[in-house]
């Protein structure tokens, strides 16, 4: 069971950026899937959550409006459409599994190694 | 949201020394709704412990958890050199999802 984060970059303040995350193992429409970050010096949080049926896509307040969480089944991949992108977004971008046909919150399990995305002119 | 708080912020040991590691919510975690993870440089976070006391898969059974409420810890029985990395506790009881701020294991 793994997870593979692609796409980060360094992006202009404003700008977007897409990122994918490729799951092996196990069946994404099985599971929440969960986006997390980790900004240079700070501590972990999460960004935002797609349920297993997708009827529940969560996020994170200071992201709330600009990014997106989708997922592609027959790619079993998950993405996150960051828009609108600023400073504090600078981060390493971490995709992790979340629970199993469930809508509640839980533990995530296994993790991603991650990918930088870095905002700045 | 829930705020965690972890003490100490660093601890420096020996190898075969036992651990104790605190964690603690701004409000009550009901259902043990805690989890514990382990991150070494350059690595993912690796889950250790979930429902507060629940060994995840493939973990040795020299990590264990307890605690209930307010108050958690994570205890490791005896340090093997592979152990020294930072960990953080989750709590999952309330949206967001919330970390500590971690507990980095050194070498003495």
């Known amino acids: 069971v793994t997870l593979v984060e692609s796409g980060g970059a360094l992006v202009q303040p404003g700008g977007s950026l897409r990122l994918s995350c490729a799951a092996s193992g196990f069946r994404i429409d099985e599971y929440a899937i969960h986006w997390l970050r980790r900004p240079p010096g700070k501590g972990l949080e999460w960004v935002a959550r797609i349920t297993w049926d997708t009827s529940s896509l969560d996020y994170a307040d200071s992201v709330k409006g600009r990014f997106t969480i989708s997922r592609d089944n027959g790619k079993n991949s998950v993405f996150l459409q960051m828009n609108s992108l600023r400073g504090d977004d600078t981060a390493v971008y971490h995709c992790?599994?979340?629970?199993?046909?469930?809508?509640?919150?839980?533990?995530?399990?296994?993790w991603g190694q991650g990918t930088l995305v870095s905002v700045s002119s | 949201e829930i705020v965690l708080t972890q003490s100490p912020g660093t601890l420096s040991l020996s190898p075969g020394e036992r651990v104790t590691l605190s964690c603690r919510a701004s409000?009550?975690?009901?259902?043990?709704?805690l989890a514990w993870y382990q991150q070494k440089p350059g690595q993912a976070p690796r889950l250790l412990i979930y429902?507060?006391?629940s060994r995840a898969t493939g973990i040795p059974d020299r990590f264990s958890g307890s605690g209930s409420g307010t108050d958690f810890s994570l205890f490791i029985s005896r340090l093997e050199p592979e152990d020294f990395a930072v960990y953080y506790c989750?709590?999952?009881?309330?949206?967001?999802?919330?970390f500590g701020p971690g507990t980095k294991v050194d070498i003495k």
């Open positions: 989750q709590q999952y009881e309330k949206s967001p999802e919330t």
């Open positions: 409000q009550s975690v009901s259902g043990g709704y």
């Open positions: 992790a599994r979340g629970l199993r046909w469930s809508q509640s919150l839980g533990w995530f399990d296994p």
């Open positions: 429902g507060a006391s």
